[in-house]
């Protein structure tokens, strides 16, 4: 079991950054693959950006956010980050983490055994 806790959310600027953070209960953290998804009023969650598991380690992102987020994960302390700069109005949205066993496709949500509450995230221009 993983249990899985967002926090780091808030408004902010068009252009300005955010850093969220993923805390996780669990022993077998580092095995898992972590990812951010996002959803909007009225839409699909939706992919953002995940990291591999520990000893294996890759990123991957949507196009829409690549060069301006940031995943990372601290096994030692059991959390995942994502900073965000460069906020658009359109990554408004509730942004949830998830955890999902190695081995599944990271980039959809039914890979993901584990979510995390959601963090709002709401970017004024």
């Known amino acids: 079991q993983v249990q899985l806790v967002e926090s780091g959310g808030g408004l902010v600027q068009a252009g300005g950054s955010l850093r969220l953070s993923c805390a996780a209960s669990?022993?077998?953290?580092?095995?898992?693959?972590l990812g951010w998804f996002r959803q909007a009023p009225g839409k699909e969650r939706e992919f953002v950006a995940a990291?591999?598991?520990?000893?294996?380690?890759?990123?991957y992102y949507t196009d829409s956010v690549k060069g301006r987020f940031t995943i990372s994960r601290d096994n030692a302390k059991n959390t995942m980050y994502l900073q965000m700069n460069s906020l658009k109005p359109e990554d408004t949205a509730v942004y949830y983490c998830?955890?999902?066993?190695?081995?599944?496709?990271?980039?959809?949500?039914?890979?993901?055994?584990?979510w995390g509450q959601g963090t709002q995230v709401t970017v004024s221009s």
């Open positions: 669990g022993r077998t953290f580092s095995s898992y693959t």
């Open positions: 998830a955890a999902a066993p190695w081995g599944r496709s990271l980039w959809v949500t039914n890979s993901y055994d584990y």
């Open positions: 990291i591999t598991r520990s000893g294996w380690e890759r990123t």
